[in-house]
């Protein structure tokens, strides 16, 4: 029997802890992107707009990851196309970030006084021009806190992707346990390398927020 050693098991994580940054950015940076689209259609006069946001954001937030991963997984397959469980983790946390990170700028959006669209619009600016040059680059100043916050709840979220067969920290701590008959050591090793992703992300968060509260004193 093979003797797997502390500095053994580690290793192994360190090389599947890729997946979970890779999992992560993917999810973080499309999500961003799908977030900020839905983000401008919430904004916009039309009723429609608002209501597909809506339902969009509810349907999203009011659903278990869980439940969302096994969708990806196992839904795209009655359509008769051939999913990996790479991209139906990609596409399910995707949506997911979407979803959160729609309702966490829209409420930074929301904090701009009034007053500041209004004077947008005495320059005749349009809509576009208005989010463009007054209103975005301000809430943005208020967004960056909670939205680098909310990237360590989407790296603790890959670990959900191990159910559909995606290799990442949580899984490989699985499959080594299976290997070692270790349990606490590997899992201790899984908990400290999440810790060593999330912990710098909260900690530079913390110094953002306190950073703009203090500018707007």
Sequence with gaps: MVEFTVWDIFRNLLQAGRWTVALSLIAFIGGGLVGLALLVLRLTPSVW???FVGGYVQ????????????????GIALFGI????????ALALTLYTSAFLTEIWRGCVASIPR?????????????GEQLRHVVLPQASRIAIPPTV?????????TALASVIGFVELTKAGTMITNAT???????????LLY?????PISF???????????SRR
């Design 49 to 51: 707009a608002h209501r």
């Design 59 to 74: 349907l999203f937030q009011g659903t278990p990851l869980l439940m969302q991963l096994f969708l990806a997984y196992f």
């Design 82 to 89: 051939n999913t990996s469980p790479w991209v139906a983790a």
């Design 115 to 127: 007053g500041q669209w209004e004077a947008a619009q005495s320059l005749a600016l349009n809509f």
């Design 149 to 157: 916050g909310f990237l360590v709840q989407v790296i603790k979220g």
């Design 181 to 191: 008959f270790k349990p606490f050591v590997v899992y201790s090793c899984v908990a």
């Design 195 to 199: 810790f060593a992703l999330c912990y």
């Design 204 to 214: 530079y968060a913390k110094i953002l927020e306190g950073k703009i509260n203090a």
